[in-house]
């Protein structure tokens, strides 16, 4: 984002902050991005919301990779260990879908691997996190999948 404005803050019931902060998007300036974040200082998770606004006309990206916009991005830089976790994995041996759990290496950030998650984690000696792009799914839509770009590390 360009710049932003806090739009609201709530105390929910559950003593959760609730932030909500409103700006343009730095790439393409005609959109607005509005994201409201979740914060309590009893839980390490972060949870957000965003949506997309806009006057103009615009696609999501496209498969060829024309046109894309990043929603999310972060490094794994310093950390040793990371896994992919899929909740319905089709395992053909018991003929059902079933959880799996991969670990991610290095080398395949080096080859552009495409992951559907819908959580990944790392972690190192001293911090975890995990980030979740389930977005309400039950099973991977390929088209939502994750793209690990390590240029920044």
């Excluded at 803050?9 to 343009?24: D, I, P, Q, R, S």
């Excluded at 496209?62 to 089709?90: N, P, Q, T």
């Excluded at 792009?133 to 088209?143: A, D, E, L, Q, T």
Aim: net charge neutral; proline share 3%; glycine share 4%.
């Amino acid at each position: 984002m360009t710049s932003s404005t806090l739009i609201s803050f709530a105390l929910l019931k559950n003593g959760v902050n609730l932030f909500t902060v409103e700006g343009k998007l730095s790439q393409l300036p005609d959109i607005s991005l509005v994201i409201s974040f979740q914060i309590s200082e009893k839980n390490p998770v972060v949870k957000f919301r965003y949506e997309l606004a806009t006057n103009a006309e615009h696609q999501l990206t496209k498969a060829e990779g024309r046109d894309k916009i990043s929603y999310f991005k972060v490094s794994f830089g310093g950390f040793s260990l990371v896994k992919e976790i899929r909740f319905s994995e089709f395992n053909e041996m018991v003929h059902s879908f079933c959880l799996s759990e991969r670990l991610i290496e290095p080398k395949h950030f080096s080859d552009s691997m495409r992951l559907m998650g819908p959580l990944v984690t790392a972690s190192d000696n001293s911090t975890s996190f995990v980030i979740d792009m389930s977005m309400g799914r039950r099973y991977p839509i390929s088209s939502l999948n994750i793209n690990w770009d390590l240029t920044d590390q």
